[in-house]
């Protein structure tokens, strides 16, 4: 019996090894990767308002004064559960990669929250630290990395946010307009998490009574961790893993699972989550996507906000230009729900329906913007002819 215990013990190690680790892009310091396909990384640092010290890294390439750099500044917000080490795990064909070799200055924020984060006070064992959702992000984390990047360049940005982060953009440029529209050209909202109804990745968590999920937001788990990825790294758990992530985020047929899966959802890009950020969008999608502050029941929102109800974001007091992206079989963000949010907005705008054609054959789905095996066809060329949009301006 020990004997076939060992020798179990020693299969799913060598199935783990055999396939991850051989990968330098699973496990290297995000420094290495960035070295490693002909680039370099300065990273500095950023204290919020509440705060909250954030990292962020900026990309050039080898050789090159980075102080010097007189590009466009583009802003590349990671996605939810994620750090900016996601963002270059696509090797060569990562996003930051493409748009440095065009000829901008690329930077990489990590918000509160991540392995690039900390506190000036607290740690991520207390239940303060995780007391924020996407409306905290947006006021303070895009704040202060905006004026920061913006101070450094002399030139106003623009930003790319994702699922998450496109929620944080929103509440940044209507909360602040004013200063948004000083500080940035305007946003590019890949899978914009703004008006979440008919997502079907919501749809069954939301389906629970407001008292359970109120409850496990205010009185249980701060935070959620979402270390499920070191399972995942096994090569024999993938089939599995494969199956839940298609089923929450959707099928994209040009992932290709054993190249890219381990990348992606590797414990160095996973990151525990606010429980306070999913509850939130469980609530958008319970009040039939109403994009607003947490809510935390009539008492604690009377102590919070002063009134009742968490106040709503009103994204009509958005000035700048908003294009919005959705992935065509995205099962977080529909292209119906970006449709919504795109009739909302009263700034200059557009909608970008990724490709699903000869050039880009398949669907793309809630993670596939950055690691799709077609990331020319499928991401690339259709964020260019957003991009041209900006020249003017």
């Not at 200055?105 to 007391?131: E, F």
């Not at 199956?243 to 992606?264: E, P, Q, T, W």
Request: proline letters at 4%; a neutral charge; one cysteine or more.
């Amino acid at each position: 019996m020990l004997v076939n215990v060992a020798s179990l013990y020693v299969l799913l190690l060598l199935l783990k090894n055999s396939h991850c680790n051989k990968d330098p892009d699973v496990h290297d310091p995000i420094e290495t990767i960035i070295n490693r396909y002909g680039y370099q990384m300065q990273n500095i640092t950023v204290q919020t308002d509440d705060g909250y010290i954030l990292q962020t890294f900026r990309i050039s390439p080898n050789g090159t004064n980075i102080e010097k750099i007189s590009g466009q500044p583009l802003v590349i917000w990671h996605a939810c559960d994620r750090n900016a080490r996601s963002l270059v795990a696509n090797g060569k064909e990562s996003l930051p990669f493409y748009y440095v070799d065009s000829g901008y200055d690329v930077w990489l924020p990590n918000i509160r929250g991540t392995k690039y984060s900390s506190h000036v006070s607290l740690t991520q064992k207390d239940a303060k630290y995780w007391n924020f959702s996407y409306g905290k992000i947006g006021r303070s984390d895009v704040k202060a990395v905006s004026e920061m990047i913006v101070q450094k360049t002399g030139k106003k940005l623009i930003t790319m946010g994702h699922s998450l982060t496109t929620s944080a953009l929103f509440v940044y440029a209507s909360e602040l307009p004013e200063e948004a529209s000083k500080n940035i050209k305007g946003i590019i909202g890949l899978a914009p998490a703004i008006n979440v109804y008919y997502s079907w990745a919501f749809k069954l968590p939301s389906l629970l009574p407001n008292t359970i999920r109120d409850t496990f937001g205010v009185f249980g788990m701060h935070y959620i961790d979402t270390g499920f990825a070191s399972i995942c790294e096994l090569k024999i758990a993938q089939p599995l893993c494969e199956f839940l992530v298609d089923f929450s985020f959707g099928k994209g047929d040009n992932i290709d699972v054993g190249a890219s899966y381990a990348r992606f959802f590797s414990k160095e890009n996973n990151e525990p989550i606010s429980s306070q950020v999913l509850i939130n969008y469980l609530q958008m999608m319970h009040s039939k996507g109403t994009f607003a502050e947490y809510d935390f029941g009539m008492l604690r929102n009377l102590k919070e906000y002063g009134k009742l109800t968490p106040p709503e974001f009103n994204i009509k007091n958005i000035n700048v230009r908003t294009d919005l992206v959705c992935g065509t079989d995205d099962k977080v963000v529909s292209c119906k729900d970006s449709n919504n949010t795109y009739k909302m907005l009263q700034s200059e705008k557009s909608l970008t329906m990724l490709p699903n054609n000869d050039k880009c054959k398949g669907s793309v789905a809630h993670y596939d913007y950055y690691m799709n095996t077609d990331m020319k066809n499928c991401i690339f060329d259709p964020v260019d002819e957003i991009l041209k949009n900006y020249k003017s301006l």
